[in-house]
C-alpha cells in the first residue's frame, strides 16, 4: 500500500466511525478511526457473507456506507460485551 491508499483508508474510517457514532453514540476522534477501519473490514465481511450488493455507483460512497454499517455492528457487539 502506498501513503495515498492509506491516508484515503484513514479518511473513510473517520467518516465511517464518525457517522457510526451518530447512530449508537460515542465519541472521540482515535476512537472514530479504529472504529472505522475495523467496520469496514466486519461490513465488507457481512455484506459479502450475506451476498448483499449496496447498488452504488461510487466506490468511495459504497466503502464509506460497508464501512459504517460494519462500524456499527461493532460498537453495538463491544457493548454487548462490556
Do not use: C, E, H, K
Not at 479504529?34 to 465481511?45: D, E, H, K, R, Y
Amino acid at each position: 500500500m502506498d501513503l495515498r491508499s492509506i491516508i484515503v483508508a484513514i479518511i473513510i474510517g473517520l467518516v465511517a466511525g464518525w457517522l457510526a457514532s451518530i447512530v449508537v453514540g460515542g465519541g472521540g476522534l482515535v476512537r472514530y478511526i479504529i472504529t472505522g477501519l475495523i467496520g469496514a473490514f466486519v461490513g465488507s465481511f457481512l455484506l459479502s457473507a450475506l451476498g448483499v450488493n449496496l447498488g452504488i455507483g461510487n466506490p468511495l460512497v459504497s466503502q464509506i456506507i460497508t464501512a459504517t454499517i460494519g462500524a456499527i455492528v461493532v460498537v453495538l457487539l463491544a457493548r454487548l460485551i462490556a
